[in-house]
């Protein structure tokens, strides 16, 4: 049975940072492909980063995070991080870990989060001002 769990959430300021790490179990995590979506309130869910196995080249990011987020596997213990940095008031929403079957080459904007079959818990990151 595919497990994700999503932790590291929290309050920060404008301008500051958070982590977020998953942890996925029941499954050969390397064969997966792994992201990052977010939903907030009276919004549809959106890809933010996504992640195959392989080298970090493959890894893709939202025109609103890119630059300021950065995704990283550590597919020894199948987690998955999203180091998120000069946050904005805008970041605000519920952070979801996913994941798919098979190596993904399409950009994560372009995902949707019906191609995704598994996800977490979701994990509440709230920026204030």
């Known amino acids: 049975q595919v497990q994700l769990v999503e932790s590291g959430g929290g309050s920060g300021q404008a301008g500051g940072s958070l982590r977020l790490s998953c942890k996925g179990s029941?499954?050969?995590?390397?064969?997966?492909?792994m992201a990052w979506f977010r939903q907030a309130p009276g919004k549809e869910r959106e890809g933010v980063a996504g992640?195959?196995?392989?080298?970090?080249?493959?890894?893709t990011y939202a025109d609103s995070v890119k630059g300021r987020f950065t995704i990283a596997r550590d597919n020894a213990n199948n987690a998955l991080y999203l180091e998120m940095n000069s946050l904005k008031p805008e970041d605000t929403a519920m952070y979801y870990c996913?994941?798919?079957?098979?190596?993904?080459?399409?950009?994560?904007?372009?995902?949707?989060?019906?191609?995704?079959?598994?996800w977490g818990q979701g994990t509440q990151v709230t920026v204030t001002v």
């Open positions: 996913a994941a798919r079957w098979g190596y993904c080459l399409t950009p994560i904007e372009r995902l949707g989060a019906t191609a995704f079959g598994y």
């Open positions: 029941g499954y050969t995590y390397r064969r997966a492909y």
């Open positions: 992640a195959n196995s392989d080298s970090s080249e493959s890894y």
